[in-house]
């Protein structure tokens, strides 16, 4: 049976979908997601409940202090190591999480042999995506690799931080660097399956818009205001995510800073998060789309059919 990765934006109830079908299938759940990797930061990452982690194994997550770095390199070593170790066990992998750049680097089976800077300069690139969108790097691109970005189109987030990252590494150019990245293919045969709301993403930014009020129920504040206690670069990717970024002007007492303007704020950038979350799937061929309108039960029971066939 393939391995299965179930992903899907922000607050799309993909973690929910995974865990049922853990239990389905005796799996264990290892986590595609690139902020769950920091330990102490539960709320904001919106992390699986102790109780769903003593329900169902989970790998993953908790691996890494607030403030160090982990690139996707690291990020595919660990995965398949994770990977490996649970198969040996007898157990179903189930992969599960949002991150555009860590599912692509799996199912692409990507080698970054040969270019050890080719995933500092993606993880670069990618927190630009997620802070300003595409249009500058697709303008980069256009400059030093005029024929990759004619082959490639600006909606297609996945490809063209791919494409620049591997020029600004190694000089080469896209089309040369990845027939050599790609010769061996993935490790694993992976089945992606994704939570669609292409069709009404309002219900999507509902979800958000509740899910935001529910951590910040949850004393998202006093969470926030422990990372920035720390002694630790503010610009680290933890300090820049979104759920935490956003308390800095409170908690630096900023003139007009409220927590009513700061669950706004997370509420705001986690919508267009998702937005651009959607953009990345939608160039990933090959992806299952899961009926968001079912239950997590009959979810489960879509995944296993396409899985078994």
């Known amino acids: 049976m393939m391995i299965p990765i179930i992903t899907g934006p922000t607050a799309s109830g993909k973690s929910a979908v995974a865990i049922e079908l853990c239990k389905r299938t005796g799996g264990e759940l290892i986590s595609c997601d690139s902020m769950q990797i920091y330990k102490h930061l539960d709320i904001g990452t919106a992390k699986a409940t102790k ?92 400059s030093v690799d005029p024929l990759a970005a004619q082959k490639i189109h600006p ?35 992976f089945a992606l399956f994704e939570i669609d709301y292409e069709d009404d993403r309002s219900i999507l930014y509902d979800r958000i818009n509740l899910r935001v009020d529910k951590m910040m129920e949850a004393g998202l504040q006093e969470e926030a205001r422990y990372l920035y206690s720390l002694p630790i670069d503010r610009k680290s990717t933890c300090c820049q995510a979104i759920g935490y970024k956003e308390f800095v002007p409170l908690i630096d007492n900023e003139p007009g800073a409220t927590i009513e303007r700061v669950a706004y704020e997370i509420k705001l950038n986690s919508r267009h998060y998702a937005k651009r979350q959607l953009t990345w799937f939608r160039y990933i061929e090959g992806i299952n789309k899961i009926d968001r309108n079912l239950n997590v039960s009959s979810q489960a029971d879509q995944i296993l059919s396409i899985l078994e066939s």
């Open 155 to 189: 909606n297609n987030t996945r490809r063209v931080i791919r494409a620049l990252s591997v020029y600004l590494a190694t000089g080469k150019t896209f089309t040369q660097r990845n027939l050599e990245s790609k010769k061996s293919g993935p490790k694993y045969p």
């Open 51 to 142: 109780e769903e982690q003593e329900l169902v194994p989970h790998h993953m997550i908790d691996i890494v202090e607030p403030g160090q770095s982990y690139s996707v390199s690291s990020f595919l070593k660990d995965c398949l190591d994770s990977i490996d170790d649970v198969l040996k066990r007898g157990k179903t992998p189930v992969l599960c999480g949002g991150t555009g750049q860590y599912i692509s680097a799996l199912r692409d089976g990507i080698n970054f042999e040969g270019d050890p800077k080719a995933d500092e300069e993606a993880d670069s690139l990618y927190k630009e995506f997620e802070a300003n969108g595409i249009d500058g790097i697709y303008s980069r691109l256009q």
